[in-house]
């Protein structure tokens, strides 16, 4: 969860970084200064929404803590793929660099 919220916060090396970076570079290449202004206090706000959450889920501690749930081997495959694809989008962003200057 916390690696999901890490992305769409746009921490790098995460998949979400990219998708950031991509509104700014436009933002810029047409001179719409306001714009990325807008973005990166918008970065800001949702960051500090989405470390929040991270915070009460793995930082705080509950008087009343619950149980550890059991979870089937299909399911953990399933989140171990989907978080390395977060990983691996981030880490691989020069491909799409490479795409962007094929156009």
């Known amino acids: 969860m916390a690696l999901a919220l890490f992305s769409l916060a746009g921490i790098p090396p995460t998949a979400g970084f990219f998708g950031k970076l991509f509104l700014i570079k436009a933002g810029s290449s047409q001179g719409s ?5 807008i973005v990166a206090l918008n970065l800001v706000v949702s960051l500090y929404y989405y470390l929040k959450i991270v915070r009460a889920v793995f930082m705080e501690q509950n008087e009343q803590p619950i149980a550890p749930v059991q979870i089937a081997a299909s399911t953990k495959l399933g989140l171990i793929i989907c978080a390395a694809g977060i990983i691996l989008t981030g880490l691989i962003g020069w491909i799409y660099d490479y795409i962007q200057a094929l156009s």
């Open 33 to 37: 200064y306001w714009y990325i202004i």
